[in-house]
């Protein structure tokens, strides 16, 4: 008999504190709502942590049903929700991050009039989050899925006074409900080949599939529909577009919905599935390559950007390609460590980020600030710690997680491996590129920022003169951040450093293969008589091997130090001219490849047109419409005949009702005399 | 015994008559008693037909008939009078305020 660990009251609480601050939040003082904002989200990572420690006691995976929610026939979905390694890790990384994320927007938006508003939305994303993460059944996993997207939408849309603002935000839904549909539509598939939607019925049914026969490519069609909603949330190509835009937002927003939490949902949903994912071998080739091409396309984005918020934000993009670089080749587990650890420092370098943002007054562009080191001397140590984390400078959590699905990748294909490691350099590069521009130097604003001041100053703008610390509220945060971006890592080191890779082996029972090893080089008849872990095979790969290529992903870690260190600090005037003698390039580079234009010229504007012409002017104003006005036209018009015979003469009306019974009486008489 | 068809034959004339002169004249007096006569037209066919089936039901209905048509002098003379007070005419066709 396990304890009832009552684990409904996780999202709850976030529910409950999202409501408060809403309905009484606006009457209420900031002080109220900043009690009550950060009470109920604490209190769900208290929650949290007091489940995390009594985890070892439990019998794993570990369910707990709420309520019965809808009962057709032998259909059934609850509100249930399912808890292992795997939820345990999303549940501490959403709760403790969020949190702090919380206290941070105390200080971040304590100026800002819609205070309530942000603390309410904010709320209800953990609640929406933790749903999801919690869910035992892929329906009530989409309804946390979507309700994540609406709260992002929310806040991306905060300052909706803002024309682009307000853009960003529909441009991130209606990109999101794409990749809905698809995931919606692979869930209606397992409805109809399992009968059911909850996790340990449908992968239970999947089991006994070999992958060679997957169901005739239905898990192959699912497991690709899959991808497409988790490419749509997480940011993937071909619907990567809407995250960059999503930095119209607050910055806690992005650090918690844009880096940590949110976008990481589709890694959590593959790696949720991944025993439909492991017997569907190409449904896993293009999680790979989406997530490989994603990772070096965003990458080489990042390196032109000039706007602090989204150079991270392609960042993230890239890391997300990462994960699911590390989901595609089957390595499950490296792909939720990384998750983690990216959760740690890519939400600290947005906190950090939004720190620099708020002491230069709401600019944003780096060549509007440098030689910010002495000035935000807190904000400086914590960031660095961020990008020698991201970078993947040896001891830090960054590189364990991506040396971990480096070497993975390896195992799978070298092809991976070298992209891999090429956009590790480049992240590496384009990191200190940030922080060299921001920290180093002469500082670049004071003239500049008086020139078109409103124009980016419009919403971060904090109302004060010369650049200042952050307030300890929002440097707490960042601090505990930097602490686990610095140690996080050490839960995962490997094998080949010395470790023994504990996160890996935590994960091991969740992601424990389920595929019969090696059925497909022996014969099919042995399936299921050697259930190993692919995960427990690993140690016996030869470190040394191992070591050569962590070595070399240090090495491209430190060139991509080097070059920044070159380009942006000891000759600053180089990187303009490099970018004139590759006009070409840079200018592709510099427009994001041109991607939303494409998309606007090849999907949107034939839609809009099609819309207009077909639909609209078509099928609406002719069809439609037209129904309607013809039919009132014709009743008026045959009226207007018919209306003569009321001619309001009495004795024509005499002679008509006596004609009338002069036929009634003929015709009865012809009647009688026929007879 | 004058035979039925007679009655009946002049019930027709004195009812088309009233019909007739209801069509035709303009003087709202006249109209009115066109309207005595098919009244008048119609009772000579009840009457006949109670004689001639031996029932009194058709006397009776006749009563009723004198009733409301002395009713309807009545009520019928007043409006006419009023209508010439105000109107100083009895032409109906000056009578049309609620014509279209």
Not at chain 1, 171 to 180: L, M, Q
Request: charged share 10%.
């Amino acid at each position: 008999m396990t304890p009832n660990l009552n684990l409904w009251l996780i999202p709850i609480l976030p529910l409950a504190g999202a409501a408060v601050n809403g309905f009484f939040g606006k009457k209420s003082s900031r002080q109220a709502v900043t009690i009550v904002g950060l009470f109920f989200s604490g209190a769900a990572f208290a929650w949290a942590l007091g489940v995390a420690f009594r985890f070892s006691s439990l019998e794993v995976p570990y369910q707990e049903y709420v309520a019965h929610w809808i009962r057709s026939g032998n259909f059934a979905v609850d509100f249930a929700f399912y808890l292992d390694q795997l939820s345990l890790v999303m549940l501490l990384v959403v709760t403790g991050v969020g949190f702090l994320i919380h206290i941070y927007s105390v200080g971040y938006m304590w100026e800002d009039s819609g205070y309530y508003r942000f603390f309410s939305y904010l709320n209800l994303f953990m609640f929406f989050m933790l749903t999801l993460v919690l869910a035992n059944n892929y329906l009530l996993m989409f309804i946390g899925w979507e309700g994540v997207g609406l709260t992002s939408y929310l806040l991306i849309g905060f300052w909706f006074t803002k024309d682009s603002a307000a853009s960003a935000g529909k441009k991130a839904f209606i990109v999101n409900r794409i990749g809905d549909f698809g995931f919606l539509i692979g869930l209606l598939l397992m409805v109809q080949h399992f009968g059911s939607l909850t996790f340990t019925q449908v992968f239970d049914q999947v089991k006994p599939m070999s992958p060679e026969n997957a169901g005739a490519g239905l898990l192959t069609a699912i497991g690709i529909l899959l991808m497409v909603g988790a490419c749509g949330k997480s940011a993937q190509i071909p619907l990567y577009i809407w995250l960059p835009d999503a930095m119209e937002g607050p910055t806690p927003v992005s650090a918690l919905i844009h880096a940590a939490t949110m976008v990481t949902a589709g890694v959590y949903m593959v790696s949720r599935s991944h025993v439909i994912f492991e017997r569907a071998p190409s449904a896993l080739t293009v999680v790979a390559v989406i997530g490989t091409l994603t990772a070096f396309f965003a990458a080489t984005i990042g390196i032109t950007q000039t706007d602090i918020k989204k150079v991270l934000a392609y960042s993230t993009v890239s890391q997300l390609g990462y994960m699911f670089m590390a989901c595609g080749v089957g390595a499950f587990s490296a792909g939720i460590f990384h998750l983690m650890t990216h959760a740690f420092f890519k939400g600290l370098l947005f906190l950090a980020a939004g720190s620099v943002i708020h002491a230069v007054g709401g600019e944003q562009d780096m060549r509007r600030m440098g030689g910010l080191r002495a000035k935000l001397p807190w904000t400086f140590w914590t960031m660095t710690a961020g990008t020698l984390a991201i970078a993947g400078i040896p001891g830090l959590a960054g590189f364990f997680s991506k040396d971990a699905i480096l070497w993975r990748a390896y195992q799978a294909s070298w092809a991976y491996w070298l992209v891999g490691v090429v956009t590790a350099f480049i992240t590496s590069f384009y990191m200190f590129r940030l922080w060299f521009m921001t920290f180093f130097g002469q500082y670049r604003g004071e003239a500049a920022a008086h020139a078109d001041h409103g124009s980016h100053s419009a919403h971060d703008a904090h109302g004060h003169g010369g650049i200042h610390e952050s307030p300890r509220v929002m440097v707490i945060p960042l601090a505990i951040l930097a602490i686990l971006s610095v140690i996080g890592g050490y839960v995962g080191v490997p094998g080949s450093l010395g470790g023994s890779n504990r996160f890996d082996r935590f994960l091991g029972p969740v992601f424990r293969s389920t595929v019969p090893a090696e059925s497909s080089q022996t014969q099919m008849g042995e399936k299921g008589a050697t259930e190993q872990t692919t995960e427990g095979t690993e140690p016996k790969e030869e470190p040394s091997k191992e070591l050569m290529f962590t070595a070399i992903s240090v090495a491209a870690a430190f060139l991509g130090l080097g070059l920044a260190w070159l380009l942006y600090y000891r000759s600053p005037d180089l990187p303009a001219r490099i970018a004139q003698r590759i006009a070409g390039l840079y200018d592709v580079v510099c427009h994001k490849y041109y991607v939303d234009e494409i998309y606007a010229a090849l999907i949107v504007k034939p839609l809009v047109n099609g819309s207009t012409s077909i639909l609209w002017q078509g099928v609406d104003r002719k069809v439609i419409d037209d129904t309607v006005n013809n039919a009132a036209d014709g009743a008026r018009h045959v009226s207007d005949e018919v209306r003569h015979m009321q001619s309001g003469n009495l004795r024509s009306y005499a002679g008509w009702i006596a004609a009338g019974a002069a036929i009634v009486i003929a015709y009865m008489v012809w009647l009688g005399v026929a007879r | 015994m004058v035979p039925l068809s007679y009655y009946l034959v002049l019930s027709g004339i004195l009812f088309a008559c009233g019909v007739c002169g209801f069509l035709i004249k303009r003087n709202i007096i006249t109209i009115f008693m066109s309207i005595e006569l098919m009244l008048n037209g119609v009772n000579l066919s009840f009457v006949a037909f109670a004689a001639h089936w031996h029932q009194l039901a058709g006397q009776v209905f006749v009563f009723f008939v004198m009733v409301v048509a002395a009713a309807e002098a009545a009520v019928g003379l007043a409006i006419i009078i009023s209508v010439y007070r105000t109107r100083e005419t009895l032409n109906v066709d000056q009578v049309n305020l609620l014509k279209l």
